[in-house]
């Protein structure tokens, strides 16, 4: 995965957290305890390692890492696909969606960037432009709109993919 990130001067190092992992941690576990849910390792597992990837991760690709890495832990495809979609659901995580393909997850806890996404070899690249931020922000002034959030994500042909 490629990473640009240029706002005025400043150099955007995208796999920064803006959240200690020991705060994550605590808010997870407050979101557990707030949905009746148990706190156990498996689930502490996922939140690390999603945490500690630099990569957008499918629930698969998720799992594989956690059988390599704990190969004695018994973390089920089923529980990685629950605890995705509990951590997608309170913004922890963000996912970006390949359609059929599935969606690919990232730690929701990171500095604000939008994604180009190839549509033949799947690579994501993330990017800031100045330039476009305050234009977003500009037109949804104009049209009275009370901007939250945003994701931008564009799909075309990487350079590689052009080049072959």
């Known amino acids: 995965m490629e990473n640009i990130g240029k706002m005025g001067n400043i150099t955007t190092n995208f796999n920064d957290k803006t959240i200690k992992y020991k705060q994550l941690l605590e808010d997870?576990?407050?979101?557990?305890?707030?949905?009746n849910l148990k706190f156990t390792i498996q689930r502490e597992v996922i939140l690390e390692t999603l945490y500690n990837s630099d990569e957008h991760l499918t629930p698969e690709s998720l799992h594989n890492l956690i059988q390599e890495k704990f190969p004695d832990l018994k973390t089920g495809i089923a529980t990685v696909y629950r605890t995705l979609s509990l951590l997608e659901e309170s913004d922890m995580v963000t996912s970006l969606s390949f359609g059929a393909q599935g969606k690919k997850y990232e730690l929701g806890a990171k500095h604000h960037h939008d994604h180009f996404i190839c549509k033949v070899c799947g690579t994501i690249t993330?990017?800031?432009d100045a330039q476009i931020e305050e234009r977003?922000?500009?037109?949804?002034?104009?049209?009275g709109f009370d901007m939250q959030?945003?994701?931008?994500?564009?799909?075309?042909?990487?350079?590689?993919?052009?080049?072959?």
């Open 126 to 128: 993330e990017f800031v």
């Open 149 to 164: 959030d945003h994701s931008m994500q564009i799909y075309g042909i990487c350079k590689n993919c052009q080049n072959k």
């Open 28 to 35: 997870f576990k407050s979101l557990l305890k707030i949905n």
């Open 136 to 143: 977003q922000h500009k037109i949804a002034e104009e049209l």
